[in-house]
């Protein structure tokens, strides 16, 4: 069964620092991996999709990368902005279409 | 394109009675989850559906919760009788299958049920 763990499980920064977000997973065998984001009260957000052939994905201000055969992948986010504030969580994709999702990484950016 | 639609957004029931919950996916999407999140935690799998069969309900508390998927669109998630620990949000999701099923299947989720038992 795939385990993924997300670190940290929250972090606060002052607004335009950069910061990384990581997720581990314990099997490997996957076939993408997902990010998303998760406001309050609402349901998830996809954000990047990187493919298992793919080293980074990037997107804006976000830039993740998978390395599969360590189980980890990180989420960088650039210039952090207030907006910014969500939890974020991460899916490996495993045959059949299957998502495993961590407990996610809850941050706060502050003005 | 229309997104996830889920009803109702809240409910709150007493343990014992019985609560049922409706997700329409993205037209064409074959591929539909239903996945329990409890606050303070990452979404867990409750069932997957590929058009109307079951791929995944080994986490289904098969005892009292139900999942029906009609004619491979709509479909329903039933809790008879709740507990206490039923409480949570309650997330439909879909995705598109590709090609041979693998590749860029992106997930997307409707807004949530959020269940209270009391």
């Known amino acids: 069964k795939q385990e993924v763990t997300q670190i940290p499980a929250a972090l606060s920064v002052p607004e335009g620092e950069n910061l990384v977000l990581n997720c581990s997973f314990t099997d490997s065998a996957i076939y993408n991996l997902q990010w998303f984001r998760q406001d309050p009260g609402k349901g998830l957000t996809s954000l990047l999709l990187?493919?298992?052939?793919?080293r980074e994905q990037t997107s804006g201000r976000l830039n993740a990368s998978l390395d599969k055969s360590s189980g980890r992948s990180t989420l960088y986010i650039a210039a952090s902005q207030p907006g910014d504030s969500a939890t974020y969580l991460c899916a490996p994709v495993k045959a059949g279409n299957q998502f495993y999702f961590g407990t996610g990484t809850s941050l706060t950016v502050i003005p | 394109e229309a997104g996830v639609a889920q009803s109702p957004r809240y409910k709150i029931i007493e343990k014992r009675q019985s609560v049922a919950f409706w997700c329409n996916p993205i037209s064409g999407h074959a591929t539909l989850y239903w996945y329990q999140q409890i606050l303070g935690q990452g979404p867990k799998l409750l069932i997957q559906?590929?058009?109307?069969?079951?791929?995944?309900d080994s986490q289904l508390p098969k005892d009292r919760f139900s999942a029906e998927r009609l004619k491979g669109v709509d479909s329903t998630l039933k809790i008879q009788p709740a507990k206490l620990e039923d409480s949570a949000v309650y997330l439909c999701?879909?995705?598109?299958?590709?090609?041979?099923?693998?590749?860029?299947?992106?997930?997307?989720f409707g807004a949530g049920s959020r269940l209270t038992v009391l």
């Open positions: 999701a879909s995705s598109l299958i590709r090609g041979n099923g693998f590749g860029a299947n992106v997930l997307t």
């Open positions: 559906f590929q058009n109307n069969g079951v791929v995944d």
């Open positions: 990187i493919q298992s052939s793919q």
